[in-house]
T-cell receptor, first 109, second 114 residues
Framework: GQNIDQPTEMTATEGAIVQINCTYQ??????LFWYQQHAGEAPTFLSY????GLEEKGRFSSFLSRSKGYSYLLLKELQMKDSASYLC??????????FGAGTQVVVTP | ETGVTQTPRHLVMGMTNKKSLKCEQH?????MYWYKQSAKKPLELMFV???????ENNSVPSRFSPECPNSSHLFLHLHTLQPEDSALYLC?????????????FGQGTRLTVV
């Protein structure tokens, strides 16, 4: 079956670094996405990895290891506005995304 | 604003009611999706439309009926729902029905079935 695991909640202080891990076991793999979702709002695209390695986009970086079925999203220099749910999603085949349950990140002053 | 608009934002309906959710995208995308998001659970893919043709029905009960009259509009018709159908229903679109194209989501309709 399809399985995507990520922690339920993480707390960190403003200015710190947080790493959100995601492990997956899926029948197919065409890439891994990270989305950010603020309460009551639409999920918004953050990053996409299809090859092994690190992709950096400003304060956010995403890493993928296909052999380990593992990814992480790294949030640096945390800001209060980064408090949100972060969704890991795997594209298993055309038009199909398998989502994790999301990690709620709480940033404290 | 993601370019995907859903109405209504909130809906309360009885189990015998019939209602419809509407989604409109202004991005020129060819693929549209319905997802269900329940508390503390992963997003569940319900339906996929590619160039107005339904390409995926993820074992969704028949009380949910999608309609895609054109590439810009997607509806979800609801009838005789159950309380466990209460959830956030998200519409999404992507440029094409491909493996590496990101999805753009609407803000969702918060549905409560009483």
């Amino acid at each position: 079956g399809q399985n995507i695991d990520q922690p339920t909640e993480m707390t960190a202080t403003e200015g710190a670094i947080v790493q959100i891990n995601c492990t997956y076991q899926t029948s197919g793999f065409n890439g891994l996405f990270w989305y950010q979702q603020h309460a009551g709002e639409a999920p918004t695209f953050l990053s996409y990895n299809v090859l092994d390695g690190l992709e950096e986009k400003g304060r956010f970086s995403s890493f993928l290891s296909r052999s380990k079925g593992y990814s992480y999203l790294l949030l640096k220099e945390l800001q209060m506005k980064d408090s949100a749910s972060y969704l890991c999603a795997v594209s298993t085949e055309r038009g199909k995304f398998q989502f994790g349950a999301g990690t709620q990140v709480v940033v404290t002053p | 604003e993601t370019g995907v608009t859903q109405t209504p934002r909130h809906l309360v309906m009885g189990m015998t009611n019939k209602k419809s959710l509407k989604c409109e995208q202004h991005l020129g995308h060819n693929a549209m999706y319905w997802y269900k998001q329940s508390a503390k659970k992963p997003l569940e893919l319900m339906f996929v439309y590619n160039f107005k043709e339904q390409t995926e029905n993820n074992s969704v009960p028949s009380r949910f009926s999608p309609e895609c009259p054109n590439s810009s509009h997607l509806f979800l018709h609801l009838h005789t729902l159950q309380p466990e159908d209460s959830a956030l229903y998200l519409c999404a679109s992507s440029q094409e029905w491909g493996p590496n194209t990101e999805a753009f989501f609407g803000q969702g309709t918060r549905l409560t079935v009483v």
